[in-house]
Nanobody, 119 residues
Framework: VQLQASGGGLVQPGGSLRLSCAAS????????MGWYRRAPGKQRELVAF???????NYAASVRGRFIISRDNTKTTVYLQMNSLKPEDTAVYYC??????????????WGQGTLVTVSS
């Protein structure tokens, strides 16, 4: 299984980006998906998570600004990021897992895509 993340880049404060993460290989049952991020000098944290039953969780810091979604085949997960702030600067990682819990290190991880919010 491979996860390919894309869509990161440099954006000004207040701008938007859309991240994508496409899975290839046998991901049957790995249909709980999430986005996590690691900012410089900080630990990895949850950004958004969508379970196999479409229950969605957001970190408090991004709620109302970010939207997680996925395609009908459940092989691609997206993160629409709006009203970006400098504190959103981080490497963003996608994750596919078979368990419907967003904590812990489970499943498969993408390679990370860098988002930089700066003027």
């Amino acid at each position: 299984v491979q996860l390919q993340a894309s869509g990161g880049g440099l954006v000004q404060p207040g701008g938007s980006l859309r991240l994508s993460c496409a899975a290839s290989g046998s991901i049957f049952n790995f249909n709980n998906m999430g986005w996590y991020r690691r900012a410089p000098g900080k630990q990895r944290e949850l950004v958004a998570f969508i379970s196999s039953h479409n229950i969605i969780n957001y970190a408090a810091s991004v709620r109302g600004r970010f939207i997680i979604s996925r395609d009908n085949t459940k092989t691609t997960v997206y993160l629409q990021m709006n009203s970006l702030k400098p504190e959103d600067t981080a490497v963003y990682y996608c994750n596919f897992r078979s368990v419907a819990t967003f904590s812990g290190d489970f499943g498969y991880w993408g390679q990370g895509t860098l988002v930089t919010v700066s003027s």
